[in-house]
């Protein structure tokens, strides 16, 4: 059984075409992190091997391998070690080594399947050296593979390995969906599933890491507390701060994307709380916070605030000077408006 949540359309082309034989011999798979990517090509994969008529069974011994990451005729490449499914943390490129090495045993008769099933995580991150190299099997696949590249950022590939691919869109999920599926699926309580599906962005696989691992909701909290703090430090603290994520941004871009996008979720909530439309917050742990917060900053700094968030995104994505941009944006931080600061004194 396919196991993906969602993504009905991604889904349906699938069994289609598995069902008429007519699968292509690479696939890419695009949309944002934890939408489903990797859980679908292992799907995929076990399909192709699958000893069963409803394909994939997830019961006979190829699939099982396969979902354990043991069947000598499935291999993933680029994931990061010790990261979970794939799309978080910091990359690396996926070298000429790799890439070789596919080539090498693409070449070979599978080993005891009919099928032989490469997955490429992170396909992004490709060098142009293996791009290129993986482009040339591309152009003459052999007859019994299948190469499945997945992919957050499409535009970051060579055209020509896009055009190589039947491309499949996936898609952020409601959130309303993630939550029944939390509870149906994963035994997950539902104020937790509420708080997760809420959090995760339409990415299910994050929802479901947070739920087995605690420490990523603990870390989101502090990230989001320690920017919180900056709304009342000094403008030397605003600046250090700036420069230590600056530093971050050089090791890691992930990382700081997604503090800026947390930060950019809290001040879209503030403006949902200001506006009546309460019922739409992310952040929906934090009531009496987002309330107060309301109260205290004027719609027009809000919305300020929101566009500087998004515009610091975009210029980093730019590859503009990290720190610069950083710095930019702590002089942006909106100050507490006087009406506030009356209350306060009184
Ligand atoms: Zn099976």
């Given at each position: 059984?396919?196991?993906v949540?969602?993504?009905?359309r991604?889904?349906?082309?699938?069994r289609?075409?598995?069902?008429?034989?007519?699968?292509?011999?690479?696939?890419?798979?695009?949309?944002?992190?934890?939408?489903?990517?990797?859980?679908?090509?292992v799907n995929?994969?076990?399909?192709?091997n699958?000893?069963k008529?409803?394909?994939?069974?997830?019961?006979c011994?190829?699939?099982?391998?396969?979902?354990?990451?043991?069947?000598?005729?499935?291999?993933?490449?680029?994931?990061p070690?010790?990261?979970d499914?794939?799309?978080?943390?910091?990359?690396?490129?996926?070298?000429?080594?790799?890439i070789r090495?596919?080539?090498?045993?693409?070449?070979?008769?599978?080993?005891?399947?009919?099928?032989?099933?490469?997955?490429?995580?992170?396909?992004?991150?490709?060098?142009?050296?293996s791009?290129?190299c993986?482009?040339?099997?591309?152009?003459?696949?052999?007859?019994t593979?299948?190469?499945?590249?997945?992919?957050?950022?499409?535009?970051?590939?060579?055209?020509?390995?896009v055009?190589?691919?039947?491309?499949?869109?996936?898609?952020?999920?409601?959130?309303s969906?993630?939550?029944?599926a939390?509870?149906a699926?994963?035994q997950?309580?539902?104020?937790?599933?509420?708080?997760?599906?809420?959090?995760?962005?339409?990415?299910?696989?994050?929802?479901v890491s947070?739920?087995?691992?605690?420490?990523?909701?603990?870390?989101?909290?502090?990230?989001?507390d320690?920017l919180?703090?900056?709304t009342?430090?000094?403008?030397?603290?605003?600046?250090s701060?700036?420069?230590s994520?600056?530093a971050?941004?050089?090791k890691?871009?992930n990382a700081?994307?997604?503090t800026?996008?947390?930060?950019?979720?809290w001040?879209r909530?503030v403006?949902?709380?200001?506006?009546?439309?309460?019922?739409?917050?992310?952040?929906?742990?934090?009531e009496?916070?987002?309330?107060?917060?309301a109260?205290?900053?004027?719609?027009?700094?809000?919305r300020?605030f929101?566009?500087?968030?998004?515009?610091?995104l975009?210029?980093l994505?730019?590859?503009?000077?990290?720190?610069?941009?950083l710095?930019?944006?702590?002089?942006?931080?909106?100050?507490?408006?006087?009406?506030?600061?009356e209350?306060?004194?009184?």
């Amino acid at each position: 059984m396919w196991h993906v949540i969602g993504q009905d359309r991604a889904l349906e082309l699938l069994r289609r075409s598995l069902d008429n034989g007519r699968l292509a011999h690479a696939y890419l798979f695009t949309g944002p992190p934890h939408v489903g990517k990797m859980t679908l090509a292992v799907n995929l994969a076990q399909a192709l091997n699958c000893e069963k008529e409803n394909r994939p069974c997830g019961e006979c011994q190829p699939c099982l391998r396969t979902a354990a990451g043991n069947h000598p005729d499935v291999q993933i490449i680029g994931r990061p070690s010790g990261a979970d499914a794939g799309d978080g943390g910091s990359k690396k490129e996926i070298g000429i080594a790799q890439i070789r090495e596919l080539q090498h045993s693409a070449a070979l008769q599978p080993y005891e399947g009919k099928y032989r099933a490469y997955i490429i995580d992170g396909a992004e991150y490709l060098n142009e050296e293996s791009a290129n190299c993986l482009l040339k099997t591309l152009e003459e696949p052999p007859p019994t593979v299948l190469f499945i590249l997945l992919a957050v950022q499409e535009n970051r590939l060579l055209p020509t390995i896009v055009s190589r691919c039947q491309r499949v869109e996936l898609f952020p999920l409601p959130a309303s969906v993630i939550e029944k599926a939390l509870v149906a699926h994963w035994q997950a309580a539902p104020e937790k599933a509420r708080l997760l599906s809420r959090l995760c962005r339409g990415g299910i696989g994050w929802a479901v890491s947070a739920l087995r691992d605690e420490s990523l909701l603990e870390a989101r909290s502090q990230n989001l507390d320690r920017l919180l703090e900056l709304t009342g430090a000094s403008l030397q603290q605003r600046f250090s701060f700036a420069a230590s994520l600056a530093a971050q941004y050089g090791k890691n871009r992930n990382a700081v994307e997604e503090t800026l996008n947390l930060w950019l979720e809290w001040w879209r909530d503030v403006l949902l709380v200001r506006e009546d439309c309460s019922q739409f917050v992310t952040n929906i742990d934090r009531e009496a916070g987002l309330r107060s917060y309301a109260e205290c900053y004027d719609l027009i700094d809000i919305r300020g605030f929101m566009e500087a968030v998004r515009a610091a995104l975009q210029q980093l994505e730019q590859n503009a000077n990290s720190r610069l941009v950083l710095e930019v944006l702590m002089l942006n931080i909106p100050a507490r408006n006087e009406r506030s600061i009356e209350v306060h004194k009184r």
